[in-house]
């Protein structure tokens, strides 16, 4: 069943780190967009891990919110364990992180996300779990 595009809640996190997020397509996948600039990158030039991390969080977490929610608004949820593979670096440019979901029921979603940079070059994945927050 095709979903409808939602809003996203702005977020401190995301003006502080200036990402964009996109809950529009009908399948229900979660896209968060970077543009890479100085403040974004470690000690070595290329981005954060920790910066990395948050993306993906933030793809599989609204690709959750998107899954149980359905026709309705955004349903809060609590991310309760993410595993995040480190694959490529990228220190300028573009970078965009999906997230969709795997599975799950009413109270407990699991969803994976992915970076990739302009190429289509993965950079990072993830696996989260995520609850549905009360209410």
């Known amino acids: ?17 200036g ?10 996948l979660a ?3 970077l543009d890479i600039q100085a403040k974004h990158r470690n000690r070595n030039g290329t981005l954060h891990g920790g910066i ?5 969080d933030a793809a599989a977490g609204f690709a959750a919110s ?12 609590l991310t309760l364990s993410l595993s995040t593979s480190y694959v490529a670096a990228a220190a300028e440019g573009e970078v965009v992180a999906t997230g969709k ?20 070059t ?9 609850k549905r927050a009360k209410a």
């Open 101 to 120: 979901v795997s599975g799950g029921g009413y109270k407990i979603v699991y969803a994976t996300s992915e970076i990739r940079d302009a190429a289509g």
């Open 122 to 130: 993965i950079l990072s994945t993830a696996n989260g779990v995520f």
């Open 19 to 28: 990402y964009r997020i996109d809950l529009s397509d009908p399948s229900g």
């Open 1 to 17: 069943m095709p979903l409808p595009p939602h809003e996203a809640p702005q977020s401190g996190a995301e003006l502080l780190v």
């Open 52 to 56: 990395h991390a948050m993306m993906l």
């Open 66 to 77: 998107r899954f149980l929610a359905g026709e309705d608004a955004l349903t809060p949820v």
């Open 31 to 33: 896209t968060v967009t």
